[in-house]
């Protein structure tokens, strides 16, 4: 059943895995931290001379460079020898258990001997309060990316009015000619209507009839009422062609209203061209809020992401290891997902109990700090992490950075606080925006910066104060254009320039905002020039738009202008015919009357004389 | 060639003195390694078992190989299943919480949902495989592989050059 030369094989393979164990153990470790470093920093890690001792759970190292993912040709920090004791038995259960880990020999900002940079792979933890995070820090990229800084010189110089109407299609040159148009034929209508009207064949018949009655040959009054009846006829006809004429004079005047009113739109349309036209060129419009976030906004949020991709780190392991139900994940294949079971009486997977640092930076400001609790689940020993460093030197340079990582609460919480002084600016830039291009010759520094994130809320204010300013003016760096000249003018006589940044956030509402003693001066110089420069290409766009509107104007308003006068010339004509012949009417039946009246008249006196006769 | 070789192996596995429970085993521990993530505590554990106990190396490794291939398909059904066995069971969190800080069993990595997930399901086959393997070899060798022999096909390819070929290339290398 037992197969004999197995056993003594298994006892060989044993042997042999303890072997190379004992020898490469060093070499594996090393390796497995330094690409477990790597990766969680996005820049390489790395660790020389290594010694691992399995049974004295004691790992140390000669040093360790950690590259500025930012920059990888620097380190962020080095250290010296350090050494650690773990705790054995916790070894077994795969669980990692430090007392106190010293390092020593802290140096930051070291050269590194080659480029540290390595291609970015880690992943963002998308999952519960850290994806509040990553969303802020998307937030944040998103508020510098849509700033418009990068269309803020080129809309003005490479403004091209021509290939701008090219491309908008000016709408109100087709609506002004459907007005022509819509114009042209009521014009051609009423044209029509006036003329093959029957207005002059009335006017002539009311004429020809009233002139047929001739008083003079009426001798008695027996032809009176005939005449009386013809004359309330024309009066009737007469009536009747009045009220036709109003009837038609009210239609024409209605359309003529109908055509002003379209016509008085013509600017309307124009003015929508322009806007249009506007918002295509995107002509910037200048406010202090754009520029203060143009010139230190990307440097801030620089600096802002580094910190909030720790926070993100350190929630996305509590979260790991603090919810009770792990929500189930898409893992690649044979990964998995490892699923946490706490149990308050054992040991936690990682600790880290002191961590006590101290070194010294390239300029010879001394760094001592210490770090408590790095642990993997809180719970454990219900107090949150806590790391406060400090530094000084003999120049005046003065920090002090505090953070808490507080896991416990049903939120959890971030508390940052940092403050800096005296640190030397010489020989650095503020911005890397065009806007302040400058190098410092000389200059001291003060940043005050605190954070608070709490769940899905954060609140952080920066402040930067940089002092007793000289800027770089060399010869090689002459004003290229017009936004240069304004900023090096400006920046000639400043020595103190302040920069409060606030951010607030709750959920995905976010608002980022920058503000700086700069900001005044340079918008108000900006202002003045560029915003004549602006006002000139506003003005030539308009001047384009009206010259290529005009055409089509002219011939609108000639059409109104001619057809409107000769159509109520001839209205107006008609109109006065209508009321001679009114009056003419009126006039024949007076006469009639008074005919009729004489013609009694003169009967009643020869009746009279009759019966005076003896 | 190499496909005509495992099947040759195979035969010759059926055929050869080892018993039908040897290949059987040889078969379910191939078959856990297989289908188990291959850095895990327990294949350790397995492999000394087949190193100690006088099972059929040659169907071991001809069942890891082919149940690699099933455990890439079946992955995902073995995360889901290892998800519900370390988080549905109400009763079960209190055991795993205990063998979570049990040194040396904390080191299996238990707790990850494909380790459990193939791992379990390798159990439950465990069974039906071995009592199937068993019975197969035992059908073959008594009605099937008479059968074959007296086949055509069978009697032609042995006649043939190219399966002279391999005997003299596996002689060799035996």
Known sequence: MFRTKGLIGLVIFAALVIAILLIFTDKWLESKIEEIGTDSNEALVEIDGLDFSIFGAHLKWNRLQVTDSDSTMLNSFETGKCAFDMEFFPLLSGKVIIENFQISGVKTGTKRAYDGAVKKTRQQNTKGESSFISGTMDRLNSEIANLPQYRFAAAVTKFNVDSLIAILDLRSPKMIDSVRIAAQEKYSYWDKQISDNSFENDIREIESKVQTIDLNTVKSLDKIPGILKNIQQIKTQSDSLTRKFESTRNMFNNDLAFIQSSYSNIDEWIEEDYQRAMSMAKLPEFNAQSLAKIIFGPSIINKVNTYLGYVETARGYSEEFSSTQPKEEKPPRFKGQDIYFYNQYARPDFWIKNIELSGETQKQVKVSGIVKDIISDQRFINRPTNVKIEADSKDGIDMLLTAVFNYLGEKPQEILTLNYSGFSLNNTKLSDSKFLPNNIREGVGIIDANFDIQGSEIIGNIGFKADNLKFDFDEGMKAENKFEEIIQEMITDIRLITVEATIRGVGNDLKFTVNSNIDKLLSDKLNSIIGREINDAKQKLMSKINAEVAKYKEAAEKVVREKETELKTKVEKYQTIVQEKVKLVEAKKKEVEDKKKKIEDEAKGNMLNIFKKP | ?174
């Open chain 2, 1 to 174: 060639m190499f496909g005509f070789e495992i099947l040759a192996k195979l035969f010759k596995i059926l055929r050869s003195g080892s018993s039908p429970a040897q290949i059987a085993w040889g078969f379910n521990f191939g078959m856990i390694i297989g289908l188990t993530p291959l850095m895990s505590l327990h294949n350790l554990l397995i492999l000394i078992l087949v190193i100690v106990f006088n099972v059929n190396l040659s169907v071991v490794f001809f069942s890891i190989a082919l149940f690699s291939g099933f455990a890439y398909l079946l992955d995902p059904l073995f995360h889901n299943f290892g998800y519900y066995l370390l988080t549905a069971p109400e009763f079960l969190q209190g055991f795993y919480t205990a063998i979570y800080n049990i040194p040396l069993i904390a080191l299996s990595n238990f707790n990850n949902t494909v380790v459990i997930g193939s791992f379990i399901s390798s159990l439950l086959l465990l069974t039906p495989f071995f009592f199937g393997v068993k019975s197969f070899v035992v059908v073959y060798r008594e009605k099937i592989d008479p059968k074959l022999e007296k086949l055509k096909i069978v009697k032609i390819v042995k006649s043939s050059k190219i399966y002279g070929f391999y005997e003299k290339i596996r002689d060799w290398r035996d």
